[in-house]
């Protein structure tokens, strides 16, 4: 029986959801193959086996227990921001040979970087919004800013996972206090123009069979837009499938899996949308989306009648086909 090393926590304001997510996988993980949660934080990083926790060591890929020393087939990284988000988790891996069902550190730190990410996709005339990168607060005028963007504006720290630090600036008197929240949570920020339109997110894996593109979920926010609050404290309606025409359904399914082609991405990923007068712009490529009983992912499997079992074992047995 192969051992997954389901790596989870780490370093950000998302490290609850991380563990939700973690146990939902590990409840829900085909049965042939033994799942140990590996909890990671900047002060140590622990098994969570039979009961105890032990040191994990990264250099050994594996941990000691009552003597006997027990190494992990396989890793899967799924913690939400640094330093799993982002890559730095599967750099670690790919350098100790121990293979992984992510994608892998270039695809993750692409992805996990807002104005990078957009940049790539733009080059491939993939519509996104009108942005701005700034690396200090004082890098443009309000003024300037507001020219090229008019007004709202989204303000998000660029370099970061979390949905923390996330502004929608309406008037300008606003935009300070809206850079001062992104720096806090990033070293550097995107503004972004914006997007008037109907929020969809699409589920994309790959299998035997080929890419697999989930049904769609219309993300209906109660918030100004889809924050923290709105995500994770049930301030938004998600509505699997979308409530849109199948031809604009299809078109961004097909716009997801050309993204996931073009970013060599791994392993599940969700990509989210606003349609604009039936043009369906990236707003954001997610790694490692959340995977708690209330998360969207699972919303998408329900609707597609997949059950969480089945999905993992069909990417499982792809990306460790080797």
Request: aromatic share 10%; proline share 5%.
């Amino acid at each position: 029986m192969k051992r997954i090393g389901l790596f989870c926590g780490g370093f950000s304001s998302e490290y609850a959801i991380s563990i939700l997510s973690a146990n939902t996988i590990q409840e829900n993980f085909p049965k042939n193959y033994e799942v140990v949660k590996i909890t990671v934080t900047k002060e140590n990083w622990l098994v969570d086996y039979q009961g105890e926790s032990i040191p994990f060591d990264l250099n050994t890929g594996g941990f000691v227990f009552h003597g006997n020393h027990y190494s992990i087939d396989a890793g899967l990284v799924y913690i939400h921001g640094n330093p799993g988000e982002n890559g730095k988790i599967q750099a670690l891996l790919d350098m100790h040979e121990i293979p992984y069902i992510n994608s892998g550190p270039l695809a993750s730190s692409l992805s996990f970087d807002k104005w990078y990410c957009n940049q790539f996709l733009r080059a491939f005339d993939i519509p996104v919004a009108k942005s701005i990168f700034l690396s200090d607060i004082n890098e443009r005028s309000h003024s300037e800013i507001i020219e090229t963007l008019g007004l709202p504006i989204f303000v998000k720290p660029s370099d970061s996972g979390s949905s923390y630090g996330i502004s929608k600036v309406k008037q300008p008197s606003e935009l300070n206090e809206a850079l001062q929240n992104a720096f806090n949570e990033g070293k550097t920020v995107v503004l972004e123009s914006f997007l008037d339109g109907t929020e969809v997110t699409c589920g994309v894996y790959q299998t035997a069979d080929g890419l697999q593109a989930l049904p769609l979920t219309e993300i209906a926010s109660e918030n100004e837009f889809f924050d923290y609050d709105a995500k994770y404290n049930g301030k938004s309606q998600e509505i699997t499938p979308a409530r849109i025409t199948p031809e604009i359904s299809i078109q961004v399914q097909e716009r997801a899996k050309k993204i996931y082609q073009l970013m060599q991405l791994r392993s599940i990923a969700r990509i989210d949308f606003m349609i604009v007068k039936d043009v369906p712009y990236v707003i954001e490529v997610n790694t490692t989306p959340g995977f708690s009983t209330a998360s969207i992912v699972p919303q998408m499997l329900v609707c597609a009648n997949i059950s969480i079992e089945s999905f993992w074992k069909s990417i499982v047995e792809f990306e460790l086909k080797d």
